[in-house]
T-cell receptor, first 110, second 113 residues
Framework: SQTIHQWPATLVQPVGSPLSLECTVE??????LYWYRQAAGRGLQLLFY??????ISSEVPQNLSASRPQDRQFILSSKKLLLSDSGFYLC?????????FGQGTRLTVV | DAKTTQPPSMDCAEGRAANLPCNHS???????VYWYRQIHSQGPQYIIH???NNETNEMASLIITEDRKSSTLILPHATLRDTAVYYC??????????????FGKGTKLSVKP
């Protein structure tokens, strides 16, 4: 069966520090991969999506970047975090008509 | 931007049917209607999807109007664990690939004892 791993579950980082969140998928090949962010009390905002290795599309210009070094690995990064980067970050994959989400990383920038 | 409109909140009594409406008046012919729900502090969970026929699975039923401009998600016997934010999404199908999932604000369903 397909599974999606996302870590860490929670993270507290100081302003100006770097960020690296990793997401891996098992049980499927060539999935479409996504990063979403959910600010407190708000809906899910699509940040990046990838249809293949090295192919990244950005939906919203911001302080973040994404990379896909392997077929089933998707990484969200920042060189210098801002307070506004706080939120709940979700990785997702689709292969066909369904989409599956990880359990999310709650990032607090202090 | 999301192409759907949903009421921000609804209440439902435990054991009763919960009917969650969604308007998608600009839906195009290759777009499916998807429903997800998000329980607090968890990732969204897939519920059901459909194109133009009504659909039913073990979780819910989806009723799509004939003109496809609106739909209703039905939870036949709501339980306290169904309390969540429910998202209605339209997503294109290009015959070999699918469009992105763009979430709106959803409906916060509160099931009360």
């Amino acid at each position: 069966s397909q599974t999606i791993h996302q870590w860490p579950a929670t993270l507290v980082q100081p302003v100006g520090s770097p960020l690296s969140l990793e997401c891996t998928v098992e049980g499927t090949s060539n999935p479409n991969l996504y990063w979403y962010r959910q600010a407190a009390g708000r809906g899910l905002q699509l940040l990046f999506y990838s249809v293949g290795i090295g192919q990244i599309s950005s939906e919203v210009p911001q302080n973040l970047s994404a990379s896909r070094p392997q077929d089933r690995q998707f990484i969200l990064s920042s060189k210098k975090l801002l307070l506004s980067d706080s939120g709940f970050y979700l990785c997702a994959w689709t292969s066909g008509t369904e989409a599956f989400f990880g359990q999310g990383t709650r990032l607090t920038v202090v | 931007d999301a192409k759907t409109t949903q009421p921000p909140s609804m209440d439902c009594a435990e054991g009763r049917a919960a009917n969650l409406p969604c308007n998608h008046s600009t839906i195009s012919g290759n777009e499916y209607v998807y429903w997800y729900r998000q329980i607090h502090s968890q990732g969204p969970q897939y519920i059901i999807h459909g194109l133009k026929n009504n659909e039913t699975n073990e979780m819910a039923s989806l009723i799509i109007t004939e003109d496809r401009k609106s739909s209703t998600l039905i939870l036949p016997h709501a339980t306290l664990r169904d309390t969540a934010v429910y998202y209605c999404i339209v997503r294109a199908d290009y015959g070999g690939s699918q469009g992105n999932l763009i979430f709106g604000k959803g409906t916060k369903l509160s099931v009360k004892p």
